[in-house]
């Protein structure tokens, strides 16, 4: 198995969505004008956003209905997690399940110390320890990635880019960004930043989500020392969700979960605006990744 290849062309792709995000909120930053507007909208998007990064564990956990549970009372997860994280040099997180019969599971934490694995009841039920082995390792992937950071960065700098389109906006009708003896944008093309920057800075941001669901598959594969689970987990999983979508935590945390919990009509709108990729198209990386296998490193 040769996953490094993937991993690095994904982790290129997010850098370099990462790079158009700021291009962007550097445009509107220039329309905007002055050090002392942007300073402002920079400090109130950064609060925001370092208190959701600091506790978004405990929120994603909370909107799920997640709770703890024992080694007494899960005692197979607690086995898999435990000899997942010895081979990957990760810490134990604390394990959580979710009371639904939908099957998916996700990792929140802001670091590896911090981590969280929640598992909905369903995916116990519907998975054989393989297959769940599959799905835990991915959820690993995400901790070892560091993907939580990531999203957040994504979340705070998609969010200055909106909270500066709703500023433009209005700066554009009060005629109150340009001053006197200065050159500026017209109105016409400020108003057209503020509406078409904030949209492609949402799809932006859920490409990047993409891009690390397929870096924790390919991370996840690698712990394991085989794709072939997690690729037949994911194909149950599409199943299951396909008949019984989860009904707690909404749209605000469908991108921890392993598996897209919110169901809607397939379309070409949909995939862009998905914060998963297809299916079919992860299955197809992880097979094409079978080979000799290779031992992991954390390095």
Do not use: C, K
Request: aromatic share 4%.
């Amino acid at each position: 198995m040769a996953p490094l290849r993937g991993v690095g062309r994904n982790y290129t792709r997010t850098a370099a969505l990462m790079a158009a995000l700021v291009a962007l909120l550097a445009t509107g930053g220039a329309m905007l004008g002055g050090a002392g507007g942007m300073l402002l909208f920079g400090g109130i998007g950064l609060l925001f956003n370092l208190g959701s990064y600091w506790y978004s564990d405990r929120i994603a956990l909370a909107m799920n209905g997640a709770r703890p549970v024992t080694r007494a009372e899960l005692p197979e997860v607690y086995e898999i997690v435990e000899r997942l994280t010895r081979r990957a040099g990760l810490p134990m997180p604390t394990i959580h399940v979710i009371p639904s019969e939908a099957p998916n599971a996700f990792a929140t934490g802001r670091d590896p110390a911090h981590a969280a694995v929640a598992v909905t009841e369903g995916i116990l039920r519907l998975l054989g320890p393989r297959q769940l082995e599959g799905v835990l390792a991915h959820e690993l992937g995400h901790v070892l990635n560091r993907d939580i950071l990531i999203s957040t960065m994504a979340a705070m700098v998609a969010g200055l880019i909106s909270t500066l389109g709703y500023a433009l906006r209005w700066g554009a009708l009060l005629g109150g960004l340009r001053r006197d003896g200065e050159e500026g944008p017209s109105a016409l093309e400020v108003i057209g930043w503020a509406i078409v920057a904030p949209l492609v800075a949402v799809v932006i941001q859920l490409a990047i989500s993409r891009s690390r669901e397929y870096a924790a598959d390919a991370t996840g594969a690698s712990i394991v020392g085989d794709p072939e689970p997690l690729a037949q987990a994911l194909l149950s999983l599409e199943r299951g969700n396909e008949a019984l979508a989860l009904d707690q935590g909404g749209p605000a945390t469908a991108h921890l979960f392993i598996v897209n919990p919110l169901r809607g009509a397939g379309s070409a709108l949909r995939a862009l605006l998905s914060t998963h990729p297809p299916i079919e198209e992860r299955v197809r990386r992880l097979r094409e990744m079978r080979g000799a296998p290779i031992p992991f490193a954390t390095a």
